[in-house]
């Protein structure tokens, strides 16, 4: 059982460079989100879905695309990288978007240069 | 606008000694409080949560409480000990909703020998 998985965990871009971010989890859980970390501020939620086939878009969504390809994996695509999406990302899943814990994946350290 | 904030960055407690990890917040529509902790390199894991329609929540040696009239929470964590070294986050949410979950910055805290 090993929750949530992100890869890459580290990736090193120049700007306009395209990339896809992979997160899968065996829990069965519904529903998945996608976050990124800045130094000195909180998690802000950038995408999510609720439930297979379904997404929305979080507090920061600009300049990001999600795939929930099945039940298990959620991807976040970069189009065009741009230094400002330097950040750490997290993957996470919960039961359903409701009163359950969300679980976090190890994050992937990205650096647009 | 930061609506949960985190105001001590960083916390250093002797192992034994009770550690208190503050959080206040704005948005009188939080109604949802959870407390994550997060290792280098890795991601946050859940720690305990607390529902606005109590003061406190207990779970081992951590417990929450909550003073909505203050609108201030604070995490114990008794008796500390060197594992507890990591960052914590306050995180609150409307209507108990994952995707509304808006993090604090994080305090750092440190339990020494």
């Known amino acids: 059982n090993a929750g949530v998985t992100q890869t890459p965990k580290f990736q090193v871009l120049k700007t306009g460079q395209s990339m896809t971010l992979q997160c899968a989890q065996d829990m069965n859980h519904n529903s998945m989100y996608w976050y990124r970390q800045d130094p000195g501020m909180g998690l802000r939620l950038i995408y999510y879905s609720a439930s297979e086939g379904t997404t929305d878009k979080g507090e920061v969504p600009n300049g990001y695309n999600v795939s929930r390809l099945n039940k298990r994996e959620f991807s976040l695509r970069l189009e065009s990288a741009a230094p400002s999406q330097t950040s750490v990302y997290f993957c996470?899943?919960?039961?359903?978007?409701?009163?359950?814990?969300?679980?976090f994946g190890p994050g992937t350290r990205l650096t647009v240069t | 606008d930061q609506q949960v904030k985190q105001n001590s960055p960083s916390l250093s407690v002797q192992e034994g000694r009770i550690s208190i990890l503050n959080c206040d917040y704005t948005?009188?529509?939080?109604?949802?409080f959870l407390w994550y902790k997060k290792y280098p390199a890795e991601g946050p894991t859940f720690l305990i949560s607390?529902?606005?329609?109590?003061d406190k929540n207990e779970d081992g040696r951590f417990t929450v409480f909550l003073n909505k009239s203050a609108k201030h929470l604070s995490l114990h964590i008794v008796p500390s000990q060197p594992g507890d070294s990591a960052v914590y986050f306050c995180?609150?949410?409307?209507?108990?909703?994952?995707?509304?979950?808006?993090f604090g910055t994080g305090t750092r805290l440190q339990v020494t020998l």
């Open positions: 995180a609150a949410s409307v209507d108990g909703t994952a995707s509304k979950l808006t």
């Open positions: 607390i529902s606005s329609i109590k």
């Open positions: 996470a899943s919960s039961e359903v978007n409701g009163f359950y814990e969300q679980y």
């Open positions: 948005n009188s529509m939080f109604d949802y």
